[in-house]
C-alpha cells in the first residue's frame, strides 16, 4: 500500500534548528509536499521536491532522495509561531492527489 | 495569492437531514478540487477528487451515494452529506489547484466543522 511515515511530535527550543524526517512506501511517486497547519486552522503550502536535493525557501528548507524513499523539512531559526503541525504529502499522481503523512506536532519552548 | 473560501464555516444539522458544503475558488480556476475530512489531532484524509463537468473519484471505503460531489464550474466544487448521522461529524476541508499555473502547490479552504446531533 501507499503510505507515509513522519515522527509524532518534535520539540525544540526557539532560535534553534529542527528536521522533521519523512520516508514514504509507494507504487507511484511523483514528488513529495511539506504543509504546516496551526490548530484549527487550513493547511498551507511549504514546499515541493519534484528532484533530489535540497529546496530552500527563507528559513525552511526541504530534501528528498528518491532512492532512499525519503525526505526532510528544516526548519531554522525557529520561532514560537512556527508552533503547529507539519504534513509530508506523497504526490501520487498526474492529478496532483496527495497522499498525506499522520503530521508532526512542533513544540517550540522559548 | 490564490483563495479558496468555504461556506458554511460551521454547521450543526439533526440526524437523518443533509448538509451541502461549498468550496469557492476566488480568484482562479481550478480543473480538479479535492475533499477531505480531519479528526482531531489527525491527518487529513482524501474522500474524493472532484473534477469539472464529470464524475468525481472517490477513495476507497468512502460512500459516494452518502457524500456527493458537483463540481459544475471551474471555480466551485460542492460536497453533500446526505442523510447525516453523528458518526459523520468531523472537519470537512477542500482544497484546490491553480490549472493556469505550473504550480505544484494545493490551496486550502477554511474548512467547515459538521456537527450532527
Known amino acids: 500500500g501507499q503510505s507515509l511515515e513522519q515522527p509524532s511530535e518534535v520539540t525544540a527550543v526557539e532560535g534553534a534548528i529542527v528536521q522533521i524526517n519523512c520516508t514514504y512506501q509507494t507504487s507511484g511517486f511523483y514528488g513529495l509536499s511539506w504543509y504546516q497547519q496551526h490548530d484549527g486552522g487550513a493547511p498551507t503550502f511549504l514546499s515541493y521536491n519534484a528532484l533530489d536535493g535540497l529546496e530552500e525557501t527563507g528559513r525552511f528548507s526541504s530534501f528528498l532522495s528518491r532512492s532512499d524513499s525519503y525526505g526532510y523539512l528544516l526548519l531554522q531559526e525557529l520561532q514560537m509561531k512556527d508552533s503547529a503541525s507539519y504534513f509530508c504529502a506523497g504526490r501520487m499522481d498526474s492529478n496532483y492527489q496527495l497522499i498525506w503523512g499522520a503530521g508532526t506536532k512542533l513544540i517550540i519552548k522559548p | 495569492g490564490a483563495v479558496v473560501s468555504q461556506h458554511p464555516s460551521w454547521v450543526i444539522c439533526k440526524s437523518g437531514t443533509s448538509v451541502k458544503i461549498e468550496c469557492r475558488s476566488l480568484d482562479f480556476q481550478a480543473t480538479t478540487m479535492f475533499w477531505y475530512r480531519q479528526f482531531p489531532k489527525q491527518s487529513l484524509m482524501l474522500m474524493a477528487t472532484s473534477n469539472e463537468g464529470s464524475k468525481a473519484t472517490y477513495e476507497q471505503g468512502v460512500e459516494k451515494d452518502k457524500f456527493l460531489i458537483n463540481h459544475a464550474s471551474l471555480t466551485l466544487s460542492t460536497l453533500t452529506v446526505t442523510s447525516a448521522h453523528p458518526e459523520d461529524s468531523s472537519f470537512y476541508i477542500c482544497?484546490?489547484?491553480?490549472?493556469?499555473?505550473?504550480?505544484?502547490?494545493?490551496?486550502f479552504g477554511p474548512g467547515t466543522r459538521l456537527t450532527v446531533t
Open positions: 482544497s484546490a489547484r491553480d490549472t493556469g499555473t505550473s504550480s505544484y502547490e494545493q490551496y
